[in-house]
């Protein structure tokens, strides 16, 4: 043993325990595989520290002290100088590690006690052994150690996995059972505990390490499935040693590296027990995982393959048990369907969740139903037994749930905190069984042992003698305790609202939580029905998830009656016919009703027609069945309770009647034949026929035709029954009573238009005179007619009675017209003409006006004044007509005259009529023609006029239709012929054109014949004409003077003349028709054209002379002449063609035929052909095969090596072909060719080769990539250029064109092919990409004549989106407490981008914040969820891009919420933070209340004590200013004492006792008063009102708070204390009612407070932003104002719009893309200069620096580098010297102190004020001001010298620029290229962009103004219309009856409580007697939240609420 001192510890080998105070310790060295197997027992001194320890340890193991190692225990808490003391215990065992979570190369031992705890004394009488009560006991045993399991697992996020395996295959070792969990583990300790007998999870503190230190109950959860059910530290061990004889468990804790080992044996305890050992200490073996060498046993090889799936789990623990006892193995073998069945009915609800295993729901795996429990059962030669009790479907919970198709859900709450959760589910009777579940181990059927066998006892009701229900504790079946039923669900003694065997369909489950207690087996409840059936539990139905306090009782009959009706189908339904409404019920019960032609009751069918007999109705109904009702909206087929039979009433002759009865109410027992003799009976006594006779003749008989006008004569009428008897009234009074028959007489017209009842009489039988009609003469029009005598009856002229036809009979006749008695005319056909004839119709009618015929022969007589008439014959019968009737005679016009024609017929009664008829004149006869001369004289080229008339036989100027008069002229060819229409008039004037006859000499003799060709009967008129010659031009020549000799020029004559010369000297003559020459005058010169030139001078065409011809200078062209003259009576022309001839030679000609392109390097297609021309270009005969000599061919370029000349003898020219030029520049290339002293030249166009490769354009360096970020699009569109191989760009279109890419790299637009246009280009438009983070490539390819052609590679550097929101940060102090009523924490909320930067610049706006309560609906928003917008930032708040929410009003009701915070990326996509829940706690407390507000009690001193009775169970709470309740922790007393109205009363009433004051306990937030009772005989003035004062006294808090006062009316008499009472019940209800419109009044004044706030606060905005747009000019309106706002928008947004897309100055240098918020861009892109010259000079001065990346960190600025590998030049701002930037308000040099020192020329300027930076100003100025410092520009070079040459005098000179381009250095240098800057175009795009124009800025502004104007327009119209109809609503008739209501209840107020005695005003006023709704208003609440609750309580209020 070795010593480290007096404080160290004393090591030693052997074991047993040291001196007092020592510790022992067990150490096992486990650093290395080859360590040393066994421990080191060490002791360890009282005073002992880590050190001194720690060196004893390397003493005793020979470790060097400057080893590094860690000693920990063997649950890897390493062992520190802070927790020595508390973890080196005496018996621990600890291990020396490398490190903490170093693997165990070998196992140890570690050893343990587990002596039972005391509790097995304590808790030692209750039920500790499995009781079978007629079941095997063996699943429940399995059932504790799944209860372990399932507390084990309850902490699992994912799936709770659970096995149970039986090992029964001998191969494997001997029958095991093994229980195996994916739960937490147990350490070492925790499975130290396990071992320990009675070990609960409440005992296991102080030395006892457990999963469940420090306990604390789960919180609440639907029926408590909180996994919380492995509790007593009993049944496990119970179950194990029940099970089998050994337990051997296996555990992993997660975080852990090692597995712990205990095994407990029956056969170990006895041995130990045989030794004298001490029998509950052994080892706990620890080991790392798979790690299974130390099972040697063959009884146990399954455990080998047990423990290698070990390596899979992070934690677990299994419980392998063996030894199993044979008879438990043959019950697991053969009754595995049975013991899994019953386990699947323990765990039913932690398997399936809280609504259980419904088939009717989707099953998705959640929170609630993650629980798998496998069992597998292993045997030898046969196929794994494998099961999932969640796939069992016949467990009884299952079973029940999926029979039963309602459920009734209460809840009972029990003394102290237990409740249980109850329902009740319905199993319906379904057509012809019970549908309630049988179960295997209760069967419902029972049979009686005593029956004889051949009696058989009635089946029993659906859940017989079982009880109603099953009782769950913690969620899992408590399977020994039921309960039978409730008070409330009893069957009632007297018949309920439901039958009695309902009450048998009913199944239920209670579900309890742990406040209840069971049997440490968990078989039994101890205590549970006894306490559900204690008076003061209290039952609550659960209705939609809430509880609600009504009669369960009630509640429960009325649940069942409506499941029994809705349910149960018992009578069945066939021959469905359809679905209808019936409107002879009530409205709410029309509809639907199923309806069927048959039903199947008890056995019987009954069908449509059958009859039947009712029972129980007044009278008995006996009918025939017309069809069944079913209420409900069914379809076919189906069974169900209840419905009607609607029954036709028999005889039906009888009873017209329908009746609908309950099917219930038919006769089951009646024959159908003795309803259908008694049908039968009743027919015989009806009206069966009639009986008619005629007394006085004029019978009609049936079908007979009459005259109009014959009289029907008399009738006598009897009423026959069947027997022949006359009746004259219905039978007796037994049907219906006795009802007088009539006989009704109708006479029917029967017509087109319908039938018309003329004639109608009724008749009844007198006592002496039978059924009697008159004589009917008055039948007069034409018809068929219908004669019907009916029986009806007396009262209602009814012809049917009870649905059958009265006698009748009917007799049909017809009535035709009489003889002819008058005439008129029928329709006639005009029109009339003399001498043509025409018919008259004429119709007869008889005496009654119908229409007759004529019979006899009749001669007519017509008369006509002025007419001679006459007619041919007249017709008789059904169309009599005059025919022929023909009338002569003089009219006066063609539009004829009008003449009254008179028809006399003699032997007719009225013989006579007048016909009005107007004639027109005949046909055409005759034609006269004037003049009447027969021959007429005119002139050649004249016309001549003839007047013609057309005339009738009687000489009247008569005209028809295309009447047309012709003239023809003979004598001479082509002659005219006149025409004129004399159709309407019949006379006109016949002309036509003139009279012309060619090469007229002399006088000419013609004819001229007049006639009508349409009307051949008239002759023509003929008339003889004589023609002589005209005087006018009749002929034209032309000739050309050449010297003396006039040659004629004949017309189209052909004229040879020199190209380009001019013919003079050309005349003309003019002749008539005699050949006489006509002088030229000055009116015929007017009319002389030429086509040649359109000035002729006129002087020259009176002498005779035209003008001179042009001749064209192209042979080719050909001139036409021509001379025209033209006048009233001839057109005449001469005409000749000028043909021109070559001019000597002058020019060569060259010209390429073919193509003008040349490919290069290849020849030109076509060939140039050479000629010789005149001046005019006119092609010379010059050349000859000798002449390719001297041709010359020259050009630029000109490959001359395939030159080939031609000689075209045909054509004579000469042909050049082979023309090729070297390769060089595509473009125009000019071609000379010389002959002789005559040169020309050709130009061809040179063009690209063949393509060959693919080049960008206006695209960055390739070699480097290109930065992009991900989402955004590329800087420049890509476009490609087909090129040759000469880097020429190839024009070729079509050529399609592919970008090949990978399959991780997206672009949009997405379509990759592509077609190049006419330049041979492609454009494919600027891609957006989409790709993780790195660099990717993608390459452009083109196929041409199916050749690929490769295009370069581009590489993408893709970074991510700095601007794009993911995410939003919410951060807010978690540990602050949220009280109702009060503000919440601030919140600070940012929107995080792809790069996890914060990004800024977001409108707040855009920022919002959600609050709803929770609810069992899930987490998202409901659609009323109360939105917040952001608070203003304040001065002290951190950089842009955080937004807060401060003060937001924290809700007024207790419970949790959710916050969740919005930001809104665009109109429809919202990103949504994580939710964050919250507990609103109850506020301060403030006052005392009763939970229920009871009656104002009325009580007087009486003996009975019930009269005494001020309250009873009076609950007293304390609440805050919101009225939740609070205080729960608060303990006091609450004191009341009784007070009057007035201090001084001392003569108040007392209390039982003749006490004034009583205390009453304050416990768990509330005083429970079961009774307070006035004494007897009590002092007290009657009549009086008085207070209860309960004062709440309460020490733990320091403030006061309100009491609660209830007044009570005394009085001393019982019958004015009834009165009292009842007035005291009106006040309560008054002072209520009242309280509730005080409320809405006072909420409306407030809302409208506000309303008038906001409008005002609108009408400044409003104001203020109007008089801003004065300052910008824009004056708006007082009228139409948002018209005019809208077109003024319209158009300045069209100005900057159409400003913007003007072309300005900008940057072509592609900017780096900005991958992070720390990446501000390229210095080039950074600015912008407004002025040209200063942009190109500023530009060219930071050449160098332009393509600079500036960042704001030098991290930023080392990724860019090593993402381009170093070429990308960057600048971070954060390693700039900032103190040497130039101060940016510094004045020029050439001001000293203020003052000008000279005065400057070149307006000097510093070039950073040029400057113009569109984002991130201070740090732009920051690099300009470093890269410019104080460089200054001026206009130019002279300027900036005597600049200089000024300030150097006085100061240093910093570095001149001039815009002209030149630069002096700030050591004054200048001159030279280096200081000269180049055009702005040999910048290369590197150039400082312009801004946007100022105006655009200007425009921005006025627009912005005028958008922020409107937006404030439209709030003040939509504020200011919100307050006019609150105004309005004020007003309305509904709130003044509200306010008289009002007034009418403080009325009747006053007047009650002057009744009772009282005064209106007390010390104690109304709103503290009685708390109303009105309380919550009044209290204080910020302005939003007010506007929010008088919103809510706005416009609620109705009467009712009243």
């Not at 001669?859 to 017709?875: K, R």
């Not at 009005?916 to 080229?941: A, H, T, Y």
């Not at 407490?1377 to 610049?1401: Q, R």
Request: hydrophobic share 35%.
């Amino acid at each position: 043993m070795a010593s480290a001192g007096d404080d160290g510890p004393s090591v030693g080998t052997g074991e047993g325990h040291g001196g007092d105070g020592c510790r022992t310790v067990y150490l096992f060295d486990r650093r290395e595989k080859e360590s040393e197997l066994g421990d080191r027992v060490m002791q360890v001194g009282e005073r002992s520290d880590y050190a001194g320890f720690r060196a004893s340890v390397c003493e005793t193991l020979g470790i060097s002290p400057e080893e590094k190692f860690v000693i920990t225990t063997t649950s890897r808490k390493e062992i520190t100088c802070d927790n020595f003391d508390e973890l080196v215990k005496d018996g621990v065992t600890l291990y020396l590690l490398q490190s903490v979570n170093q693997l165990l190369l070998t196992a140890t031992k570690e050893r343990i006690e587990f002596l039972p705890h005391y509790d097995t004394l304590v808790k030692s009488g209750m039920y500790e052994y499995y009781a079978s009560e007629g079941q095997n006991p063996l699943p429940f045993a399995l059932a504790e150690l799944i209860d372990n399991s399932l507390s084990a697992t309850s902490r699992n996020t994912g799936i709770r996995k659970i096995q149970i395996k039986l090992h029964f295959d001998e191969t494997q070792g001997k029958p095991a059972v093994a229980v195996i969990d994916n739960g937490r583990g147990m350490t070492s300790k925790q499975l130290n505990n396990w071992a320990v007998y009675r070990l609960s999870k409440f005992t296991r503190q102080g030395d006892f390490e457990s999963d469940h230190s420090g306990y604390v109950r789960p919180v609440p959860v639907p029926r408590s499935l909180n996994s919380d059910i492995s509790y007593f530290g009993v049944g496990g061990k119970q179950a194990v040693f029940f099970v089998g004889q050994s337990a051997r468990m296996i555990s992993k804790p997660a975080e852990s590296q090692d597995v712990h080992e205990l095994v407990l044996s029956k056969e170990d305890f006895e041995k130990k027990e045989k030794n004298k050992e001490s029998i509950y200490s052994g080892y706990i073996r620890n080991r790392k995982p798979s790690d299974s060498v130390h099972i040697t046993n063959d009884d146990e090889r399954f455990l080998h393959y047990l423990i290698s799936e070990e390596k899979e789990k992070d934690s677990f623990t299994a419980v392998v048990i063996t030894g199993v006892q044979s008879e438990h193995i043959q019950y697991l073998k053969n009754y595995f369907h049975l013991w899994t069945r019953q386990l699947a009915h323990i765990y039913h609800y932690y398997i399936h969740g809280p609504k259980g295993n419904e088939k009717r729901t989707s099953k998705e795996v959640g929170p609630v139903n993650n629980i798998d429990i496998e069992i597998s059962m292993f045997e030898k030669g046969k196929a794994p037994k494998i099961v999932n009790l969640r796939e069992i479907q016949d467990d009884m919970q299952t079973l029940y749930i999926n029979t039963a198709t309602d459920s009734f859900e209460f809840k009972a709450h029990v003394e102290g905190d237990g409740v249980v959760e109850g329902i009740i589910r319905y199993h319906p009777f379904l057509y012809d069984r019970e549908t309630y579940p049988d179960d295997p181990c209760f069967p419902s059927k029972l049979k009686d042992e005593d029956d004889d066998d051949d009696c058989f006892i009635v089946e029993k009701a659906a859940r017989g003698k079982r009880p109603i229900f099953e009782c769950f504790w913690n969620g899992r079946l408590i399977p020994y305790t039921s309960v039978e039923d409730f008070d409330w669900c009893t069957p009632p003694k007297k018949r309920g609202l439901a039958p009695i065997e309902c009450y048998n369909r009913i199944s239920g489950a209670l579900f309890t939580n742990d406040r209840f207690q069971v049997s440490t087996n968990k078989l039994t409840f101890m205590d549970l029905e006894l306490k559900l059936k204690d008076k003061n539990t209290l039952f609550t139905r659960i209705l939609n998830g809430q509880e609600q306090r009504m009669k369960i009782d009630r509640e429960f009959a009325l649940w069942l009656k409506d499941c029994h009706e809705k349910y149960d189908k018992q009578i069945k339904f066939t021959l469905f016919k359809g679905i209808i409404t019936r409107s002879d019920l009530p409205s709410k019960k029309q509809g639907p009703w199923a309806t069927y032609s048959a039903i199947e009751w008890d056995g019987k069918i009954y069908k449509a027609g059958q009859l039947v007999k009712t029972i129980k109705t007044l009278p008995l109904f006996y009918g025939s069945i017309e069809k069944f009702f079913l209420y409900g909206d069914h379809d076919g087929e189906v069974y169900a309770t209840g419905g009607e039979v609607q029954i036709a009433m028999e005889p039906r002759a009888l009873y017209d009647e329908i009746k609908t009865v309950p099917i219930a109410k038919l006769d089951r027992t009646v024959a159908e034949k003795v309803v259908k003799k008694y049908v039968e009976d009743e027919m015989a006594r009806l009206p069966d026929r009639l009986s008619v006779t005629w007394p006085e003749g004029d019978e009609l008989l049936p079908n007979e035709i009459r005259p109009a006008g014959t009289p029907i004569g008399a009738l006598r009428i009897e009423i026959l029954n069947k027997k022949g008897e006359a009746m004259q009234k219905l039978p007796g009074p037994s049907h219906g009573g006795s009802k007088k028959l009539l006989v009704e007489l109708k006479v029917i017209l029967h017509s087109s238009s319908g039938n018309k009842e003329i004639i109608s009489h009724i008749s009844q039988h007198g006592g002496k005179w039978p059924y009697w009609f008159k004589k009917m003469e008055n039948i007069q029009k034409l018809g068929n007619y219908t004669l019907k005598l009916q029986v009806v009856l007396n009262e209602s002229n009814a012809d049917t009675y009870a649905g059958r036809p009265l006698p009748s009979k009917v007799i049909k006749f017809s009535v035709k017209e009489g003889k002819p008695e008058k005439f008129s005319f029928g329709l006639l056909d005009p029109p009339f003409r003399v001498g043509v004839p025409f018919n008259i119709p004429l119709e007869f009618q008889d005496e009654f006006g119908h229409t007759s015929q004529l019979i006899n022969d009749i001669q007519p007589v017509l008369e006509a004044s002025g007419l001679s008439l006459q007619y041919e014959e007249i017709t008789k019968g059904p169309n009599c007509v005059i025919r022929g009737v023909t009338a002569r005679g003089p009219v006066n016009s063609c539009q004829g005259k009008n003449f009254n024609l008179k028809v006399v017929l003699p032997g007719l009664k009225e013989d006579s009529q007048i016909l009005k008829i107007r004639l027109l004149p005949g046909p055409p006869r005759q034609l006269k023609v004037k003049p009447d001369s027969e021959i007429l004289v005119i002139e050649n080229g004249t016309a001549f006029p003839f007047q013609v008339e057309v005339l009738d036989e009687s000489n009247n100027l008569t005209a028809q239709p295309k009447l047309i008069v012709h003239c023809k002229f003979l004598g001479a060819p082509n002659l005219p012929v006149y025409t004129v229409d004399c159709s309407s008039s019949g006379t006109s004037i016949l002309s036509g054109s003139a009279i012309q006859v060619q090469n007229i000499k002399k006088d000419q003799t013609l004819k001229a014949k007049i006639e009508i060709p349409s009307c051949k009967d008239v002759a023509p008129v003929e008339k003889t004409i004589k023609l002589l010659p005209s005087s006018h031009v009749a002929r034209l020549q032309i000739f050309s003077v050449e010297g003396q000799k006039a040659i004629q020029i004949k017309h189209q004559d052909e004229v040879n003349w020199i190209a380009g010369d001019i013919m003079h000297n050309l005349i003309f003559q003019m002749y008539d028709e005699g050949e006489r020459e006509i002088h030229v005058t000055s009116a015929l010169a007017e009319k002389i054209k030429v086509n040649w030139t359109p000035e002729i001078n006129k002087e020259h065409l009176l002498q005779g002379l035209l003008p001179d011809v042009q001749v064209p200078t192209s042979v080719k062209d050909m001139r036409y002449c021509q001379v025209s003259f033209q006048d009233d009576h001839v057109s005449l022309e001469s005409a000749f063609t000028v043909r021109p001839l070559p001019d000597e030679p002058k020019h060569l000609k060259c010209e390429l035929r073919g193509g003008k392109t040349v490919q290069m390097g290849q020849e030109l297609q076509g060939e140039i052909v050479i000629i010789v021309t005149d001046q005019y270009g006119n092609q010379i005969q010059a050349f000859s095969p000798t002449s390719l000599c001297a041709l010359g061919i020259a050009g630029n370029g000109l490959d001359s090596s395939q030159l080939k000349t031609t000689f075209q003898e045909n054509t004579q020219s000469i042909s050049v072909r082979g023309i090729r030029f070297i390769p060089g520049p595509p473009g125009n290339k000019d071609l000379c060719f010389t002959w002789r002293e005559f040169s020309d030249f050709i130009r061809v166009q040179l063009i690209s080769g063949p393509p060959a490769k693919l080049l960008l354009i206006d695209w960055p360096e390739l070699k480097e990539s290109i930065p992009v970020i991900n989402g955004r699009e590329l800087q420049n569109p890509l476009i490609v250029q087909l090129c040759d191989q000469w880097d020429n760009p190839a024009p070729i279109p079509q050529v399609k064109v592919n970008l090949m890419k990978p399959n991780i790299l997206k672009l949009t637009p997405s379509h990759l092919q592509h077609k190049t246009d006419e330049r041979g280009r492609a454009n494919l438009g600027v891609l957006s990409v989409y790709a993780p983070r790195g660099e990717h490539i993608m390459q452009v390819k083109a196929i041409y004549n199916k050749n690929t052609i490769e295009g370069p590679i581009i590489k993408l550097m893709i970074l991510p989106d700095p601007e794009k929101p993911i995410r939003l940060n919410v951060k807010y102090d978690k540990d602050a407490s949220f009280l109702a009523g009060g503000t919440f924490t601030d919140f600070m909320i940012t929107v995080i981008s792809e790069d996890d930067s914060i990004i800024k610049n977001i409108n707040p706006a855009r920022i919002s914040m959600k609050l709803w309560k929770l609810s069992n609906n899930g987490n998202r928003p409901p659609a009323n969820a109360e939105i917040f917008s952001c608070t203003k930032i304040k001065d002290n708040d951190k950089e842009d891009g955080c937004f807060y929410f401060r003060d937001k009003a924290i809700p007024n009701k207790v419970g949790m919420y959710c916050i969740q915070f919005g930001f809104m990326m665009d109109k429809a996509n919202i990103l949504n933070s994580e939710q964050v829940i919250i507990d609103v706690l109850p506020n301060q407390p403030v006052k005392l209340v009763p939970k229920i507000q009871p009656a104002t009690p009325a009580v007087s001193n009486v003996h009975s004590i019930a009269n005494r009775t001020l309250v009873k169970d009076l609950r007293l709470i304390i609440t805050d200013e919101y009225n939740n309740q609070t205080g729960i922790d608060l303990v006091g007393t609450i004191i009341a004492t009784i007070k009057g109205s007035n201090e001084e009363d001392t003569d108040t009433p007392l209390f039982v006792g003749k006490v004034r004051t009583l205390e009453f306990p304050f416990v768990k937030g509330s005083a429970e008063i079961t009774s307070l009772v006035l004494a007897e005989n009590s002092p007290g003035k009657d009549s009086t009102e008085y207070f209860i004062i309960f004062e709440p006294q309460l020490p733990a808090l320091s403030r006061t708070l309100e009491s609660y006062i209830l007044p009570f009316m005394f009085s001393d008499d019982v019958k004015k204390q009834q009165q009292m009472m009842a007035f005291a019940k009106q006040k309560d209800e008054l002072s209520k009612s009242i309280g509730v419109y005080r409320s809405v009044f006072e909420t409306s004044k407030q809302l409208i407070d506000e309303m008038k706030c906001q409008v005002e606060a609108a009408k400044l905005k409003e104001a203020q932003l109007r008089n801003e747009l004065k300052t910008h000019n824009i004056d708006i309106p007082t009228t139409h104002q948002m018209p005019h706002i809208e077109a003024l928008l319209k158009r300045k947004l069209s100005e900057q719009e159409e400003l913007k897309r003007k072309p300005r100055r900008s940057c072509t240098l592609p900017n780096y893309t900005k991958g992070t918020a720390n990446v501000l861009g390229k210095i080039a892109h950074l600015a912008q200069i407004e002025d040209d010259r200063a942009a190109m000079v500023i530009s060219w001065h930071l050449a160098s620096d332009m393509d600079c990346v500036v960042t704001l960190t030098t991290d930023a600025a080392r990724c860019i580098y090593d993402e381009t590998q170093g070429r990308q030049q960057v600048l971070p701002l954060d390693s700039i010297y900032k103190k040497t930037l130039p101060d940016w308000k510094r004045p020029l040099p050439h001001y000293r102190n203020g003052k000008l020192y000279f005065k400057p020329i070149g307006d000097p300027v510093f070039a950073r004020d040029l400057l113009t930076f569109p984002d991130n100003v201070e740090h732009c100025e920051t690099v300009f001001g470093m890269l410019l410092g104080d460089t200054i520009i001026l206009d130019n070079l002279d300027a900036a010298n005597h600049y200089r040459k000024e300030v150097v005098k006085i100061s240093h000179c910093p570095t001149l620029l001039t815009r002209d381009g030149d630069r002096i250095r700030s050591n004054g240098k200048f001159g030279g290229l280096q200081n000269k800057a180049p055009p702005m175009d040999k910048l290369r795009g590197m150039v400082f962009g312009a801004p946007v124009p100022k105006q655009c800025r200007v425009l921005g502004e006025q627009i912005d103004l005028l958008q922020q104007y409107r937006s404030a327009l439209d709030k003040l119209n939509h504020l200011t219309e919100d307050l006019n109809g609150q105004l309005e609503y004020l007003q309305s008739p509904e709130m003044k009856k509200k306010k008289q209501e009002l007034d009418e209840r403080e009325k009747n107020l006053k007047l009650i409580e002057q009744k009772l005695g009282m005064t209106p005003t007390h010390k104690c006023n109304d709103s503290l007697r009685h708390p109303t709704k009105a309380e919550i208003a009044e209290c204080p609440i910020p302005p939003k939240r007010m506007r929010r609750e008088a919103t809510r309580q706005n416009r609620t209020m109705t009467k009712t609420d009243a």
